[in-house]
């Protein structure tokens, strides 16, 4: 096992193009095929010859990293919220993909038990987040009837999918245009460096030898060139 290439998890989309300064400053150069955006390849070499990339839905990041698949990750962490898998150990906060998990409404609305959180006790919620919603609204004492999206999440409430959504939020101008405002925050969120447990104690060695590199870039981040 230990003669084998490591891979390293990482997100396709937005997240993608925030850690490929990482990657440089932690001397990981992918082969150009990794650029290449008519590619239809899913894993790539790089310049170090035991690791190896794989590009993978924001969501199955960490569930290749949970169960063994790849030996370490970069995902936000609203995701490690959601799917709390107990495999996975995130020694840092990698500072890109900042932005927060919020639960929106239409704005103006005319509900005035919906417009305030206070007076919430039964509502329907559109989300691709489940679980982190369903403990969020059972803290709260609130019965949420959670509606499962993963894309266009603002129609819900516009067409009366949903009350409200919880969704990721960076600048809110998403919102905005579609005629919804942010009600509450439940987390901010940001990217992390995710290992798997067990790849941690059978390769460790080599697994630190990573680690430190984007540690040591977070320290001390290079300057712009």
Known sequence: MNNTSLILALPKGRILKACLPLLQAADIIPEPAFFDENSRLLRFKTND???????????????FVAFGTASLG???????MEFDYP????????????????VAQLANTKDKNLGDPARWSQIRVATKYPNITKRFFAHKGVQADIVNLHGAMELAPVLKLSNLIIDLVDTGSTLKANGLQEVETIVDVSSRLI??????????VRINALTDRFRKMIISPQSPS
């Open 195 to 204: 290992i798997n447990r067990t790849a941690l104690k059978t390769q460790s």
């Open 74 to 80: 970069i995902c936000g962490s609203d995701v490690l």
């Open 49 to 63: 010859p035991s690791l190896d990339i794989i590009r993978v839905r924001s969501f199955d990041v960490a569930t």
């Open 87 to 102: 495999d996975i150990y995130a020694p840092l906060d990698l500072n890109v993909g900042r932005c927060r998990l919020s």
